[in-house]
């Protein structure tokens, strides 16, 4: 019997409004619950005003939470990725890299939000098989370049 699961992850944030704006807006996240310093998004994660979690973890406003910006990055995915990508230039946000395709073949971009959290956002894997198959890629060379089983992307083709 599992006594622990895994809920969400919950980053803390210097402006909850501000992120609370750019997750709506650029990421069109839907909240579940908004408690005012604690935000949490529908099937995502939570957003914590940044000195109220401290107040809460540490007794007191410390400053004792450190972050090392660059460690942590919140992975989304998108089968509309062209469109995510205008959306993203569209607006005055910080891109670390534009549309891309990995070594695995996965179309991926990256940015950062306001507390310079890491975003990516990548096409679904089943995304990248079906377009690789589309481009009549033999399908033993999608599984080497997508390290994916091949019995698996068989299944997947024949879905599509």
Do not use: C
């Given at each position: ?23 709506q807006d650029?990421l ?8 005012g ?7 995502a ?32 995915e ?6 995510i ?11 670390i890299?534009?549309l891309k ?33 589309k ?18 992307i068989?299944?997947?083709?024949n879905?599509?």
């Amino acid at each position: 019997m599992t006594l622990v699961k895994f809920s969400m992850p919950v980053i803390f944030v210097k402006d909850i409004s501000v992120s609370k704006q750019f997750y709506q807006d650029v990421l069109a996240l839907e909240i579940e619950n908004d408690f005012g310093e604690n935000i949490i998004f529908k099937n995502a994660f939570s957003i914590w005003q940044e000195k109220r979690a401290e107040e809460i973890i540490f007794g007191s406003f410390k400053n004792e939470i450190v972050k090392e910006k660059k460690n942590l990055e919140l992975y989304f995915e998108s089968s509309d990725i062209e469109t995510i990508n205008k959306r993203i230039k569209a607006k005055n946000i910080e891109i670390i890299h534009d549309l891309k395709e990995e070594p695995w073949g996965q179309r991926t971009l990256r940015f950062y939000d306001p507390d310079k959290f890491i975003i990516e956002i990548a096409e679904p894997l089943d995304a990248v098989i079906i377009r690789l198959h589309k481009m009549k890629v033999p399908i033993k060379e999608i599984a080497k370049k997508t390290q994916m089983k091949l019995e698996y992307i068989k299944i997947v083709i024949n879905k599509d």
